[in-house]
């Protein structure tokens, strides 16, 4: 099955600079592959996703980047603010059951005003 | 639009009792997927449901726990008997059957501690 593997597992920035997660997958019929990002006491929620026929994706501070033949996928933040504290998960699912996500393991991230 | 609403948040139980979690997802949304999140770990999914049929429980530790989803509306969770590795964060989650769109909107979990 797939594996997803996530680092750090802990990210500690100062306000205003850039914070990058990185993670890998084993299965390579996997093509979807969204972050997450889990507030204290709540559930996840998605910030942004990327499908394996887009090597780059941004959404305002956010950008998402996918590199098939490496089997690697990267969260970048830019211009942190104290609340992009959380932690953030990096997750994949197959074409054919795109509901199954595998996730990785988190990235607590703090930043420090 | 009202979330995914889960209850109850917190529960504490002893080994060896049953618990049962409940889940509403958002209207409209014919799937929901429950999953077991272990502290400092990432959510793993237990259960996916289409409407009232089940899509994939793989990862479900069907000696003890099961899940239904009578109506393709609710769906309940339960573990009998409980065992202390259970002890975790359940969260439940809805997605729409769409193509354009795989988002899973999560509820804010139940929090489970088995003594």
């Known amino acids: 099955g797939e594996n997803v593997e996530q680092h750090p597992s802990t990210l500690s920035v100062q306000e205003g600079d850039s914070a990058v997660i990185k993670c890998t997958y084993s299965?390579?019929?996997?093509?979807?592959f969204p972050w997450y990002k889990q507030e204290l006491g709540k559930g996840p929620q998605l910030i942004i996703d990327i499908r394996s026929n887009v090597g780059e994706k941004k959404d305002q501070r956010i950008a998402v980047t996918l590199n098939k033949t490496a089997k690697h996928f990267s969260l970048h933040i830019t211009e942190t603010q104290p609340e992009d504290s959380a932690v953030y998960f990096c997750a994949a699912s197959r074409r054919n059951s795109w509901g199954k996500l595998q996730f990785g393991a988190g990235t607590q991230v703090v930043v420090t005003p | 639009e009202a979330g995914v609403a889960q209850s109850p948040r917190y529960k504490i139980i002893e080994k060896r009792q049953s618990v049962a979690f409940w889940c509403n997802p958002i209207s409209g949304h014919a799937t929901l997927y429950w999953y077991q999140q272990i502290l400092g770990q990432g959510p793993k999914l237990l259960i996916q449901?289409?409407?009232?049929?089940?899509?994939?429980d793989s990862q479900l530790p069907k000696d003890r726990f099961s899940a239904e989803r009578l109506k393709g509306v609710d769906s309940t969770l339960k573990i009998q008997p409980a065992k202390l590795e259970d002890s975790a964060v359940y969260l439940c989650?809805?997605?729409?059957?769409?193509?354009?769109?795989?988002?899973?909107?999560f509820g804010p979990g139940t929090r489970l501690t088995v003594t």
């Open positions: 989650a809805s997605s729409l059957l769409s193509g354009s769109s795989y988002e899973q909107y």
């Open positions: 299965d390579s019929a996997s093509n979807y």
């Open positions: 449901f289409q409407n009232n049929g089940v899509v994939d």
